[in-house]
């Protein structure tokens, strides 16, 4: 067995789906969705897309947008995803759960085994579960509830599986995050503060823990995409989107920091960790 955490971050392919017209349309803001800029969410994504695959090496494998998906950008809630295993979830909001096919299909063909949420009880949103290397928690929410975090733990019988109760309108992954192997990064708010003491008294590992003035801050993704001794990645919000959170993060000296904005997605609910997939296993030739 290797060391406790060492897979956290290793992956060598990104998955990301293109920005719908729909999601700045009449037909997104119909899904409750306030107007945004479509050009600059989409030139957010590109930018986003090429420091995937320029600055951290990683293979990009893009789904086309799917104007019947205006949150279909948002594949991160579609699947969670460790070494060989894609749980496939089940969105709280029925209009999203069309949106797990496209992905379903994708990570097929990079030849995960699939598993399915078979339960129409279950509801479980990608982005309230938090791996840490050693054990998920998955965030107990409006999005997810217990059944769904129930078939977390069944799907992954590897490592512990916690839950966190999540107040407000947040995502677990959208108060906090991974800044390294064994370093939590939590928002300053009530509720991130709250999630982060509960995780805390649920683990059995020593997490070293830093609070960020965002909590949106602390959303964003530990990644080892290259040779062990290159200093792993964490892709997190720059300064242009959240200036206040930019010292803090320098305190993170054991990874390389590359800053990515987000702004214009953010008004349609996305976060890092909502916009792309990471698959630390290679597809089968």
Known sequence: MGTPGEGLGRCSHALIRGVPESLASGEGAGAGLPALDLAKAQREHGVLGGKLRQRLGLQLLELPPEESLPLGPLLGDTAVIQGDTALITRPWSPSRRPEVDGVRRAL??????????????????????????????????KWTNHRGAEIVADTFRDFAVSTVPVSGPSHL????????????????????????RAMA???????????????????????????????????????????????????LSDVTLVPVSCSELEKAGAGLSSLCLVLSTRPHS
Do not use: W
């Open 201 to 251: 008294v649920l683990t059995d590992h020593p997490y070293a823990s830093l609070t960020l003035p965002d909590d949106a801050a602390a959303d964003c993704l530990f990644l080892r995409p290259g040779l062990p001794s290159v200093l792993p990645f964490l892709l997190h919000r720059g300064g242009g989107d959240l200036p206040n959170s930019q010292e803090a993060l320098q305190k």
């Open 173 to 196: 992954r959208g108060l906090c995050g991974m800044g390294g192997p064994r370093t939590v990064v939590a928002g300053s708010s009530d509720a991130a503060q709250k999630a982060v």
């Open 108 to 141: 097929q063909d990079l030849g995960l085994r699939i598993v399915e949420m078979g339960d129409e009880n279950a509801t479980l949103d990608g982005t309230d579960v938090l791996f840490t290397g050693r054990e998920f928690f998955v965030g107990l929410s």
